[in-house]
């Protein structure tokens, strides 16, 4: 069946930069996507890539796509505090079925 | 715009209580959805309805059912709640352009079943 599975937890240091992998199993996925869920807070699309490209930077951000191995990272440069969250990947397969997984909880470290 | 509104924030219900969770969207919509997240759960949808009219059950429908009340309104209800559905209940809404689904979502609201 569908899945998106991405590790629970990551920490790392001011500064350093952040790699949040993804797993999807559906290659039909028209996009992926990173969403960010801040503390108390609701879901917020980060960023997303259409699935015929390789790669999409945007400011401190980088998305990488392989779909033959079908994984998705999220590459944040020098984090910051403010980047502590949730961040969930997702994959749309049709509109009422958006596969988000598990979501990935990054610790910034002093 | 306030994008999407949920109340109440927080709630406590006893075993056997009902309740309404309430959403609205201003950005005119299609879709709206109602998901439940769960500590190492990730977010699971309860129940999505794509236009004014329709709704269809999720993944995990059991114990609640939904009204889809115009196009703006999307409210959830727990007809006898249970423990089983301490949750955060997140409601988001969507558009659609070519198969990119961006979802907009509430706060969320905080039910704890005792």
């Known amino acids: 069946g569908e899945d998106v599975e991405q590790s629970l937890f990551l920490s790392v240091r001011e500064g350093d930069s952040s790699v949040i992998n993804c797993t999807y199993t559906d290659s039909s996925s028209t996009y992926l996507y990173w969403y960010k869920q801040e503390p108390g807070a609701g879901l917020q699309l980060l960023t997303y890539i259409f699935s015929n490209m390789d790669m999409k930077q945007d400011q401190r951000l980088t998305v990488l796509l392989n779909k033959k191995d079908k994984h998705l990272s999220l590459r944040i440069a020098d984090t910051q505090t403010g980047d502590s969250a949730i961040y969930f990947c997702?994959?749309?397969?049709?509109?009422?079925?958006?596969?988000f997984g598990k979501g990935t909880r990054l610790h910034i470290l002093p | 715009n306030a994008g999407v509104t949920q109340t109440p924030k927080f709630q406590v219900l006893k075993t056997g209580q009902s309740m309404t969770l309430q959403c609205a969207q201003d950005m005119n919509h299609n879709s709206m959805y109602w998901y439940r997240q769960d500590p190492g759960m990730g977010l699971r949808l309860i129940y999505y309805?794509?236009?004014?009219?329709?709704?269809d059950k999720g993944e995990v429908p059991n114990g609640y059912n939904v009204s889809r009340l115009n196009k703006r309104e999307f409210s959830l209800r727990l007809e006898s709640a249970a423990p089983s559905q301490t949750s955060v209940y997140f409601c988001a809404s969507s558009e659609a352009w070519t198969g990119f689904y961006e979802q907009y979502f509430g706060p969320g609201t905080r039910l704890t079943v005792t």
């Open positions: 997702a994959e749309s397969i049709r509109e009422d079925k958006i596969i």
């Open positions: 309805s794509a236009s004014e009219g329709t709704t």
